[in-house]
């Protein structure tokens, strides 16, 4: 009898349960490179810090209008009474002030499961009473979802939806990887992973195609590749691209037939690259001062693409900074110059590097979520605008084109993330989470957020329930079978979603009188069908669900972005307001601060600031090695990377030497904004002026100052400009220096005081 299968975001694994309990974790079978964080789970599930029952912050209870949220103690209380108070929140506020009051957020990778994908219930669940004030986009490309369609005239150009890293291999000649390819990004999917291939994909690329690292850090590919590095500033990508397609103009070297054919705008675009706009030549001296990289260095690599195959590949970090839409218009800009842009291996590609998947064959794997259900107030803010619009109700605001104004939020409803680790600004958000009535959350762990909630919802963790996992770029639809009861009183999102909806008349609508075991058999046979009418033939459910995955056929041709709309420009017109690929673009001439073409803006916080006097440092915040985002942060695997449980900063040796500090020194790091504490680690694979502190570590406030390692307390907290609104992390200068007192003790590995409720 095979061992039964369950999925988290960084693969697909087997169970050993001993007595109900999880005792060892086997890799899934098929999986060439599995992740040992799956390792964790025997710990985490059983962790102290799960939230075990509903739980009421005691400072809610005697009406502190929020002041005591993130550092108070809570009441345990039963279910019923925990359901009663929210729907009577939920009850009184949309009488009192109307459903756009509601706020439901939900960001972050919950499950790897589908049905029980916990942003698509909490949206499913307000719409099922009458709606609420929603997020759009994401911290992830939110900027890029933003602002890509108007330029490409498709959704699909970032996320799964890029060209196949085979193609890459097969036909490319020179792989110019902006932000690189880090291998650890390559762990983790938001869908489930049955197999990680990185390593194939990156030794087959780099042992025959000229690979270009084009980073501040090295080790954005990994040294063993061997590929060449082009150290640049941070923030400064743009201004590279401006330089290199300026050469390539000037010399008369465009693909001109290409730029007539696919292209709108060329002709604004090159007449400010030729500074004819402006009276500035965007040449390599005039880069060389922004970027740090020498002009003749830019000038040879510009030479050396014309002629050549050549991927432009930009990692999602790039467009988390100011300005951060421009990179990635400037890429199609130099892809189109060179006339690349829809031929196997060449063009452009946002997001190799970002996720597992992203480069696999375009395996189009069926994948069943419940429908969200149309939300009545069609109200949203973009996600990273979250503190902005609990801290400024009524406050006019642009985005995408629009001017909006943000509601007055009263309730904010939390499922399935956790904002105190993806926000930037935590002391600023913070500050905002104390503005609503009230906050509820869903939790399976004792979070920052869970901290900074009235009522806390224990919910089940992936592995306590049944589900199908999966992602449209992954080999293997996955069967997630519920491996033990869950913890305490633990209870599904599905289940505590429909308890409100009874209570407050949406409970049909919600669950269309179906249980959680009924949505699976419709999910089937949704998958099925779509398998069906592409002619492979699915396995009936049951046997499905006894070997545990269906593993997908390899698609008869690799994936090319945009090839068809190169084979057929006038029969597969883009939705731009052109029909082409947009150069120049006049809405967006017409936005705050923006040329209608790419452009060089100042990021306002870089290496080239006024400010780098008082913080000489800029601080990039990349994603963990040893987990995903913050989760897991708490378990063995991950503290054992730790020092002091505090996260490694890397800086350059110079760096270090200037300020008396070695390797594995105790540092405060800190800026106008805040403060936490690191170890070093002293690499000169970093950039001189750099500093590398990854997120994921719990957020653990003492005043402006974080007890562990959140770099989010120093990010500033501004939208990547009105264009986009994304997420700005990666513009952030700090200093560091030697912390020589003793480490404060960190309250976040441990759960909340629990006290009994007062009369």
């Known amino acids: 009898m095979k061992l039964p299968l369950n999925a988290s975001h960084w693969g697909a694994f087997r169970a050993e349960i001993e007595g109900g309990a999880l005792k060892r974790i086997t890799p899934f079978e098929h999986d060439p490179r ?73 960001y972050g990778w919950s499950s790897a499961g589908r049905l029980h994908h916990a942003r698509t219930l909490v ?25 890509l369609p108007r330029v490409l005239g498709v959704n699909d150009a970032i996320g799964a939806t890029v060209t196949s890293l085979e193609t890459v291999r097969k036909h490319c000649d020179v792989f110019l990887a902006f932000g690189g390819i880090p291998a650890k990004n390559f762990e983790i999917q938001a869908g489930g992973v049955g197999e990680h291939k990185f390593d194939s994909f990156m030794a087959g690329i780099t042992e025959r195609v000229h690979t270009i690292n084009v980073s501040p850090w090295r080790k954005d590919i990994e040294d063993h590749f061997g590929v060449d590095w082009l150290p640049i500033r941070p923030g400064t990508d743009t201004a590279l691209l401006l330089a290199l397609t300026q050469v390539i103009v000037a010399a008369g070297q465009a693909d001109q037939a290409f730029l007539d054919r696919y292209t709108h705008g060329a002709d604004r675009y090159f007449d400010y690259l030729m500074g004819r706009s402006d009276g500035t030549p965007k040449t390599p001296d005039w880069a060389e001062d922004i ?56 063009g452009f590609t946002f997001g190799y590097g970002s996720s597992n998947g992203m480069g696999n064959p375009n395996f189009r794997t069926p994948l069943f979520g419940l429908p969200t259900l149309t939300n009545p107030t069609g109200a949203a803010i973009p996600v990273a605008r979250i503190a902005d619009m609990l801290l400024n109700p009524g406050a006019p605001y642009r985005y995408a084109g629009e001017d909006r104004t943000y509601p007055d939020i009263k309730l904010v409803y939390w499922a399935g993330g956790n904002p105190f680790h993806h926000h930037q600004d935590l002391n600023r958000l913070r500050a905002a989470f104390r503005q609503p009535q009230t906050v509820v959350v869903n ?65 049909d609508a919600f669950t269309e009188g179906r249980s959680e075991a009924d949505w699976l058999q419709v999910a089937w046979q949704e998958i099925s069908g779509k398998l069906a009418a592409r002619g492979i033939n699915p396995p009936e459910f049951n046997d499905f669900w006894e070997d545990g995955y269906f593993k997908m056929p390899t698609p008869r041709e690799d994936f090319v972005l945009f090839a068809d709309y190169r084979a057929d420009p006038e029969g597969k017109a883009l939705t731009t307001a052109s029909g082409k690929i947009e ?67 890397t800086l350059h040796p110079e760096d270090a030497a200037a300020r008396g500090i070695k390797d594995g020194d105790t540092l405060r790091v800190f800026n106008a904004r805040g403060a936490c504490f690191a170890v070093a680690k002293i690499d000169d694979a970093v950039l001189q002026g750099v500093v590398l502190l990854p997120t994921g570590s719990t957020y653990d406030p003492d005043g402006p100052i974080d007890r562990g390692s959140n770099p989010n307390v120093l990010t500033r907290d ?36 629990f006290t009994t409720k007062t009369t």
Not at 126 to 146: C, H, K, L, V, W
Not at 480 to 498: C, H, Q, S
């Open 291 to 346: 970027t740090g990289i020498p002009a003749a260095q830019i000038r040879e690599l510009a030479a050396s693409l014309p002629g050549k195959r050549v991927m432009l590949s930009l990692n999602w970090s790039l467009q988390r900074a100011r300005h951060g839409e421009q990179p990635y218009w400037a890429a199609i800009g130099l892809a189109a110059a060179l006339g690349q842009i829809g031929l196997p291996g060449g």
């Open 34 to 106: 599995p992740s040992p964080l799956n390792d964790a789970w025997p710990e985490m599930i059983a962790s102290d810090l799960r939230v075990a029952r509903p739980s009421v912050r005691k400072g809610w209870l005697e009406g502190d209008k929020g002041a005591g949220r993130g550092q108070d103690s809570y009441v345990e209380v039963d279910w019923p009474e925990a359901l009663d108070l929210v729907a009577g929140e939920i009850s009184r506020i949309r009488e009192a002030h109307g459903n756009q009051a509601l706020f439901a957020g939900s």
């Open 583 to 649: 150069l120049f673009n006049d809405g967006i001439a017409d936005e705050p601060g923006q040329a209608g073409h790419p452009v060089w803006l100042d990021p306002e916080e870089w290496l080239g600031a006024s400010e780098t006097q008082t913080y000489p440092l800029h601080l990039l915040t990349p994603q963990p090695e040893r987990k995903l985002h913050g989760q897991m942060d708490s378990s063995a695997y991950v503290r054992a990377a730790k020092i002091h449980d505090r996260e490694r900063l």
């Open 123 to 147: 949206r499913r669940f307000f719409a099922s009473i009458g709606g609420f004030t929603d997020q759009e986009t994401n911290y992830s490309y939110g900027a890029a979802m933003a602002f």
């Open 718 to 753: 501004i939208g990547t400009s009105e264009l986009g609104q994304g997420c700005a992390a990666q513009s952030c200068l700090v200093e560091i220096a030697r912390y020589d007192a003793p480490l404060p003790d960190l309250r976040v590995n441990h759960p909340p005081e």
């Open 443 to 507: 939790e399976c762990f004792w979070t920052a957020t869970a901290r900074h909630a009235d009522i806390v919802l224990p919910a089940t963790v992936s592995l306590e329930r049944d589900d199908i996992g999966g992602a449209s770029r992954d080999r293997f639809l996955l069967a997630m079978r519920k491996l033990v009861e869950p913890a305490g009183e633990a209870r599904n999102d599905y289940t505590i979603f429909a308890d409100l909806a009874e209570r407050l008349g949406g409970r």
